[in-house]
């Protein structure tokens, strides 16, 4: 790994590695099975058991491929950007889509950048938002791997 | 990134207007760097021992270490690299926004000069978040900085001002700067960072004089590209035949294959060879890039001159782990097998310590330099092949599949934090990793200048261990751990041995130590405001010997700080043992200066 932003990340996850458990939430579950789940701004995960969908597992792996250079490991920030965990407390899926595909910067040196144009991003928006939404509520304690249902092909 | 084309034409006019300061500026340095009183390049000397003949400072005195001075960089980012020392100056650089700094000995650091670049904000998303920048060099009275955006620029030494600039690639198509350059003869060779971008990596050289480009050699590509001669250039004894940086790769995408060149540069005057290693092919999903993929993960040996390739070896064919081959290689002559050998030494990310014969490639040793590594069971030494252990194959176990339990991750044994090598004890002294992990690979599409990463990985310590790091003594004849002294966080600090038979080193908690060099026993220690990730270096002002590092832990590290590592799967036991990293220090950028008391 090497370009500079990457390399950094792996001390990051050296440093940080996969615990930062320590939260008081109460998630409530889901309702349901999840191979009817279909994501939705006000439903965006499906969680039972301790497990979250594909999709959801899905926005997991894709933030730790495109984002957690910048908003660090699991959404938790990191001094060049904010938490993204934090920031979900509050953000609809609307408001998301719009700073993701727009890019933001209103401080100097401190770029979000326009993901527009990232194949690796744009079809996956709804499962990234997924991820940071189930983060913000506890559903997905630390920066551990999710636990998952198996993915479900919809016709 | 603009495309430059090697032809030989080219090379022989450059060659020939470039051939009288050639002389100058090669034996101004090779004498400067035999010099202990200077420390004249990042490490140490062409052949990148790390190594000072001084030894005012010894194992006997050590511990009365205290410090001389202090001097803040003002950038709170990861301070890798560390300073040079010549004469009665002293170059300190910071990471992004890469200032350089002059700094008078005479006079506890006071400021000769200040630099610091304007660079294309662009640069910012690219090197995000954090952007080191492992130091400057000097030669032909110049301090050559590598920027994070790629700019290589010139600045007089006297006074800090610009002296030419030269774009080495395109930020906005992720290529960026990180390396420290080296002047050899009268070019100055930089290499490039962006392999997580689909970069095509290289190795250029610019005439020290105006910038010119002199040469450039990709890793892979059609042979003009990179300075392969299908019969001359051989892997491991052989020919490597028509177009080897484009036969083990499916269609075109050798021009995104990675295998960009970040780490460190050696050079043997003797040979007129350049010694350095390719990093990793990309992405990091191998099912995406069937074949070797060369000459990512590969060891080159160039002429100084032409940049022709004389020998090459891939020590990661085909990669499935991101075990860039970018560390330092370590030019030193030795008995290896009862014979005398002009030998390169080369720890890799894969966590095998290689032996290799500098002059023709081939082959002594390849073994393990962590007892941890699993991902192959040995190195073949016919076919210099590493045999992987199936159940540790991403790209068996497939896409979308998390393969566990990966030793080492893919940080690496070693990163390229500098070992180091004493001839007074003939062992190499090394900072490493012990940290394994699970890689799972999953299709990404390439878009220029945006991640082309591939993988999602996650790392935790190696099992059984309480602790993330290993500061070893290594035998490179035999291939043998001599002594391993455990670290409580990864050693991400390059080496330093003297000849006052100790050796030092950093710690990510912000100790400099120093350990006996036929012990390992810890004579000294001192914390410093900040984690260590910077290279120590000594250098003797006014019959005086000081040691000298950077401390400074990242942005990165400012995130990483809020926890330590522990590993679910593990153990829960062992959780206790990780205490986080911010409870020992904190985000700095320092220079701290040793010296003994009078």
């Known amino acids: 790994m090497k370009p500079t932003c990457l390399r950094n990340p792996l001390l990051a996850a050296l440093l940080l590695g996969p615990a930062l458990v320590s939260n008081g939430y109460a998630v409530t579950e889901s309702t349901g099975d999840y191979r009817i789940f279909t994501f939705s701004a006000e439903e965006p995960y499906f969680y039972k058991d301790g497990k979250v969908d594909f999709g959801t597992y899905n926005g997991f792996r894709r933030y730790h491929s495109e984002c957690h250079v910048c908003h660090g490991p699991a959404g938790l920030g990191s001094s060049y950007a904010p938490a993204l965990m934090k920031s979900m407390e509050t953000m609809t899926f609307a408001q998301f889509v719009d700073v993701v595909v727009r890019g933001r910067q209103q401080r100097a040196n401190f770029v979000m950048p326009g993901f527009a144009e990232n194949m690796n991003v744009l079809p996956y928006l709804h499962d990234m938002f997924a991820y940071l939404k189930a983060r913000a509520d506890g559903a997905i304690p630390g920066a551990t791997r999710p636990a998952k249902f198996p993915k479900v092909d919809i016709k | ?598």
């Not at chain 2, 068996?396 to 998390?402: C, L, R």
């Open chain 2, 1 to 598: 990134m603009r495309q430059f084309r090697y032809t030989a034409a080219a090379a022989v006019v450059a060659l020939a207007i470039g051939s009288s300061g050639s002389a100058f500026a090669n034996a101004e340095l090779i004498g400067m760097q035999n010099n202990p009183n200077d420390w004249v390049m990042q490490n140490g000397n062409y052949a990148n021992t790390r190594f000072s003949e001084l030894d005012q400072i010894n194992a006997g005195n050590v511990k009365d270490l205290k410090v001389a001075w202090t001097f803040s960089t003002g950038v709170l980012r990861g301070h890798e690299g560390g300073p040079l020392v010549i004469g009665d100056v002293m170059y300190v650089h910071a990471p992004f926004p890469n200032t350089v700094f002059a700094l008078d000995l005479k006079d506890n650091g006071r400021i000769i000069w200040k630099y610091e670049p304007k660079q294309d904000p662009s640069v910012i998303p690219v090197m995000c978040c954090d952007t080191v920048n492992r130091g400057v060099a000097y030669g032909d009275d110049k301090i050559f900085l590598y920027q994070a955006d790629a700019t290589l620029v010139a600045l007089d030494a006297k006074t800090g001002t610009k002296v030419w600039s030269v774009s080495n690639g395109d930020p906005n198509k992720g290529a960026t700067g990180t390396s420290a350059p080296v002047v050899v003869k009268d070019k100055v060779l930089v290499g490039i960072s962006g392999g997580e971008f689909g970069v095509r990596g290289h190795l250029t050289a610019y005439n020290i004089k105006d910038g010119s480009m002199a040469w450039r050699g990709y890793s892979m590509g059609p042979d003009a590209d990179t300075l392969i001669d299908p019969q001359k250039t051989t892997h491991l004894g052989k020919p490597v035949g028509k177009d080897s940086g484009t036969s083990t790769w499916e269609g075109d995408q050798w021009k995104i294959g990675g295998g960009t060149t970040w780490g460190w540069y050696s050079y043997d005057p003797e040979l007129n060879l350049v010694y350095y290693g390719s990093g990793n092919p990309s992405t990091w999903n191998p099912v995406q890039r069937p074949g070797d993929n060369r000459w990512s993960m590969t060891i080159f040996a160039r002429d100084a001159d032409t940049g022709m390739a004389k020998w090459v070896y891939q020590m990661t064919p085909h990669d499935e782990w991101d075990y860039d081959g970018i560390n330092e290689m370590i030019l030193v002559d030795k008995e290896i097998g009862g014979k005398s050998r002009k030998v390169l030494v080369h720890f890799d990310r894969n966590g095998f310590g290689y032996t290799v014969d500098r002059v023709t490639g081939e082959l002594l040793v390849a073994e393990k330099y962590d007892p941890a590594v699993n991902w192959a069971t040995h190195v073949d030494m016919a076919t210099g092949r590493p045999q992987v252990v199936p159940q540790y194959s991403t790209h068996h176990n497939g896409e979308d599949v998390n393969s566990t339990g990966i030793c080492p991750a893919a940080l690496g044994s070693k990163d390229q934090q500098p070992a180091s090598y004493s001839p007074k004890t003939g062992l190499f002294y090394v900072p490493t990793n012990h940290v394994c992990m699970d890689y799972e690979p999953f299709r990404v599409s390439y878009t220029a200048g945006q991640p082309y990463v591939g993988a999602t990985l996650s790392m935790y310590p190696a099992p059984g261990g309480d602790h993330l790091g290993n500061f070893i003594a290594w035998d490179a004849d035999k291939g043998e751990i001599v002594w391993s002294n455990p670290e409580k966080f990864s050693v991400w600090s390059g080496a330093l041995a003297t000849a006052g038979g100790v050796v030092f080193y950093g710690t990510l908690e912000g100790y400099l130590k120093a350990v006996d060099a036929k012990t390992g026993k810890e004579l000294y220690k001192f914390k410093t405001p900040s984690g260590i990730i910077g290279n120590v270096n000594t250098y003797m002002h006014n019959g005086k010997q000081y040691v000298a590092v950077l401390s400074g832990l990242g942005g990165w590290a400012g995130i990483g700080m809020a926890a330590g590592l522990t590993d679910p799967t593990a153990g829960l036991g062992a959780v206790g043992a990780y205490a986080s990293l911010s409870n020992y220090t904190n985000l700095g950028g320092q220079l701290t200066v040793f010296e003994l008391p009078n």
